[in-house]
C-alpha cells in the first residue's frame, strides 16, 4: 500500500478538490454506503427488535447502541498511529466493523428458527462492537474529507449530500415492501424472519463494496501535534472574531448536543409508537420517509447556495427550526389519522436536509479545511452519545405511568407518554435551532484571510 502524502502548504482546492476525481469517489462511496446503512439500520432494526420482544428500555436499548458506541470515536487521535494514518485507520475500521455486524444475518436466522431471546443479544452485541469500530472509522474518514473538500463547501458536501438521499429513497422503501408482504404471506409459524437475515447481509455487502470508490484518493495526513481534539478549538479565528470564553465553534457544538439529545430522546418512542399503537406497516413508514427525503433535496439545493454565497449559518437555523416542529405532528397523530397528519411531520423533518450539509460546512468554515477534522469528530461523536444517553431516558420514561396531569384535567385523555416525550423532544429542538444565532460566522473574506495567513505560517507549522 502506498505511503500516505502529507498536507502540503497550498491551498487544498488547488490539488484535489478542483478535479473531479475527489468529488466522483465520494458520491460513489456515499451512494453505496447509503444503500446499505438503509439496510442495517433505521426501522429494520428497530422493527425486527420489537418481533423478538424488545420494546420501552430494551429498544431504546438497542436503538441507542450504535450512537452510544460512536463514542469510541474521540479515542481518533490515539488509536491513529497504531494504524499508520487516518485513510488506513479508515479502511481497517470500516471493513472490521461491517463483518462485526454479520451478527445482525445471524440474529435473522437465530429468530427464524424462534430462538429469540440468544437473537435479541446476538444483535445487540454486534451493533456495539461493530459501533465501536464504526465510530473509530467514521471520525477517520470525515476528518480525511475535510482536508479534501477545499474551499467550496455547499458543492463538495452538498452534491455527496444530495447523493446520498437519492439513494435513500429506493432501496429501504423496497426492501420494507418485501417485508411486509413476506410477513403478510406467512402469517404461521416464524420462519419469515429471514428476510431480515437477507435483508442485513446484503446491506453489510453494499458497505463493504463501498471502500473501493476510495481505492485511489489520496491518502493525507496532518500532523496532530498542531490539531488537537479538545474543546480549544479553532483558538485563532476564535480571537480575531470574539474573545468571549465560549467560542463559535462551541456554540455549534452545544447547538449539536442540545439537538442530538432532543432528537435521541424520541427515538425508540417514535419507533414503538409507528410499531405499537399506530400499527404503521413497515412500507408506510418508509412513504413518510421518502416524502421527508424529497423535501431534504430540495432545502438541501437551497443550503448549497446559501453556503457557497458564505452564509451557512443561515440554513443552519431555518432548517433546525423546521425540523422541530416535526415531532409535534406525532403527538397529534392517532391510529385513525396518522396516514394523513404525518405527511406534515415528514415534511417538516425536510429541514434537516440542510441542517445536514449546513452544519458540517459551517465547522470547516470555523475551522479552516486543513484543520476542520477534530471539530467534525466533535460534531459526529458527542451529539450521538447524548442521543444514546436520551434516548435510553425516553426508553426508561415510556416505561412509566404519568398519570393524570395536575392543572391540566382537559388534556390527561390525549397526554399519555408517548405524548409527554414528543412534547419535551420539540422543546428542546426548538432551544437548539435558536442557539444557532449565538454563532459567530466570519465573513468569506475574513475566512479566506485566517486560510492565507495559515498558509503563510513557518515551516515547521505547515503540515498541521
Partial sequence: MPEPQTVAAQPVEETFSSTGQVAAAVRWNAALWTIGSGLTSGGFVDYFAQELGAFGFTLALVAATPELAGLAGVGYRQIKPLTGGRHRMWLIGTILSRFLLMGLPLAGLLASNSIATPALVVLWCSLFLAGLLNGLASTAFFSWLGSLSGIKQGEFLGK???????????????????????????????????????????????????????RRIPMLEIDDQKVELTLRLTPKLSQALDSKLVTPAMWLIIHAVLLGAANGLTQAVISQYQFKELQMPLFARYLLFDLMILVQIGTTWWAIGQIDAGRCSRPLFWGALLASFGILFYALAGKENWWWILIFSSICWGGFGAVNVAGPALAIKLAGPRDAGPLLAWLRVVPGFAAGVTGLLGGLLLMQDFGPLPGLSAWNSWMTEYQVLFVLSFVGRWIAAFLVKMIVEPQIAESLALEQSTLSAEPSERNS
Wanted: aromatic content about 12%.
Fill in 160 to 214: 455527496r449530500q444530495l447523493v446520498v438521499l437519492l439513494f435513500q429513497l429506493i432501496v429501504p422503501l423496497a426492501g420494507a415492501y418485501f417485508r411486509d408482504w413476506t410477513r403478510s404471506a406467512n402469517t404461521a409459524g416464524s420462519t419469515w424472519l429471514l428476510v431480515y437475515a437477507g435483508v442485513f447481509a446484503a446491506g453489510i455487502g453494499l458497505q463493504l463494496l463501498s471502500v473501493l470508490a476510495m
